[in-house]
């Protein structure tokens, strides 16, 4: 079985004795960001000489703008904001004065309700406020998901590629990561023959990210359908992480893994995140869909309210504005941001075709990112998909997430929520950057 991450030893002293400490070595989607970023300095006359190419000197001697195509934020763009009913709600709970204390570490009543009804809309069957925990962004659910799950011997099936934080807070919680790979001829749908020749007795979640991150993939109900049958079969969860959820402008719709809870208990994710176009304001949740009551276990509910007593969730305010968010933004908004999306993805697409190192095995269908093949043999002096992104960054200013941060070497993932005029920027840079490092090119330096 193949593992994510190396726990590092080191060492504390509490005076008398040595006392041995782990940190997982996982590569982190942050982390990587920062060092590109760190890493989009021109280059330096000597390094210019040994390149070989007298253009590349001047190219470089031009600061460029700094462009992230790296980073699911889209506030880092003035064509992505929040709704105004957003900010005057969350205004006018500050301003009440009433909202300035502790909060129940698992929600407000008012914001779990108000997510309940919410989720509700799309589902078979209605969930309730208890159903739902308020957490500090999806971020913080994963790690809840993940910790109320965990048990001596226990591993987890996570999709390859996927998000990284999952594999690192399965790391700290000594829970074992097991791959399953995502097929990009079949719009990155679930292997699951995969699923089932990894999956045992100690299997605690089958996790699943829909709308796609990085993949732009967005599932079908069939095969959402499959997948539950699945985790059925194998007698699991699923986890299903749907923090892009709505963001869908392809053929398929949204389908909320919730649907088929009666088939295989599912713990929903999500937050405001990436649809409100909020995603510092930590608002998120974590859901159990579950007709059948696996869920409503009095020891699991007890433990899920004793992690979240460790953990706290996000600010009070931010909670009571929850339920006027939900309720009175208008579904303008929403389709406006879904049509931005769909048009940006679509000149992401149309520029990659003219790149003749990198392709698109699957045009996205939603969420803000895009995974491309890197063909690093038609390139002369790029080793990888980690050399290709720093070299890139310098170069160009340009930061793209190499495809090793989420599972897949010499693949590259490119978020596409960036406003029009920057992204062909970006991939007008990019596609420089190819052809100066392409084997015809430097045929002719």
């Known amino acids: 079985m193949e593992t994510n991450g190396v726990m590092v030893k080191s060492y504390l002293s ?4 040595n006392l041995e400490i782990e940190t997982p070595n996982n590569i982190t989607i942050k982390g990587i960001l920062g060092l590109l970023m760190a ?16 253009n590349l000197k001047k190219n470089m001697k031009r600061k460029k703008k700094v462009i992230s195509l790296g980073m699911g934020d889209p506030t880092a763009y003035s064509c992505f904001h929040s709704p105004a009913v957003a900010q005057d709600a969350v205004l006018e709970t500050l301003a009440s004065q009433k909202f300035n204390g502790y909060s129940p570490t698992v929600g407000l009543p008012q914001a779990r309700k108000a997510i309940a009804d919410y ?14 925990y308020v957490t500090a962004g999806c971020t913080q659910a994963i790690e809840i998901a993940l910790s109320i799950l965990a048990r001596p011997g226990s591993n987890i099936l996570l999709p390859r590629p996927g998000f990284p ?8 919680r000594h829970i074992e990561v097991r791959y399953f790979d995502l097929v990009p001829g079949k719009g990155w749908e679930v292997d699951l023959n995969a699923v089932e020749a990894l999956a045992d007795r100690n299997t605690i979640a089958i996790v699943v990210i829909n709308p796609g991150n990085p993949c732009g993939n967005v599932y079908s109900y069939e095969h959402l359908q499959e997948i539950a049958e699945t985790a059925k079969k194998l007698r699991t969860i699923v986890i299903a992480d749907e923090v892009y959820g709505h963001l869908a402008f392809g053929a398929k719709p949204f389908v909320p893994m919730g649907v088929f809870g009666a088939i295989a208990p599912v713990l929903t994710l999500g937050s405001l995140s990436k649809r409100w ?5 930590r608002l ?4 159990t869909n579950d007709p059948n009551g696996t869920f409503k276990n009095p020891k699991f509910v007890e433990r899920i309210k004793k992690y979240c007593d460790i953990c706290g969730g996000p600010a009070t305010f931010i909670q009571a504005a929850v339920p006027c968010i939900i ?3 208008e579904d303008v908004f929403f389709r406006k941001t879904v049509n931005l999306l769909k048009r940006t993805a679509d000149i992401c697409c149309e520029k990659i075709k003219e790149i003749p190192c990198i392709s698109c095995p699957h045009k996205p269908e939603g969420s803000m990112a895009v995974m491309v093949k890197l063909n690093v043999s038609l390139l002369t002096d790029i080793s990888d998909d980690i050399d290709f992104c720093f070299k890139l960054a310098k170069e160009e200013s340009v930061i793209l997430l190499p495809g090793l941060a989420v599972g897949l070497k010499n693949w590259i993932r490119i978020t596409f929520a960036a406003d029009p005029s920057s992204l062909e920027e970006a991939l007008g840079r990019l596609k420089s950057f190819c052809q100066r490092h392409s084997y015809q090119q430097n045929v002719h330096c």
């Open 277 to 281: 176009l909020v995603p510092g304001w």
């Open 165 to 172: 934080i999952y594999a690192l807070c399965a790391a700290f």
């Open 39 to 54: 890493n989009t300095e021109t280059t330096s006359d000597d390094e210019d000489e040994e390149n070989g190419c007298n």
């Open 284 to 287: 998120g949740w974590l859901v």
């Open 119 to 132: 989720l509700s809309r799309e589902l078979p069957d209605k969930l309730c406020a208890d159903d739902v």
């Open 327 to 329: 309720q009175q933004t």
């Open 14 to 17: 509490d005076g008398v004795n």
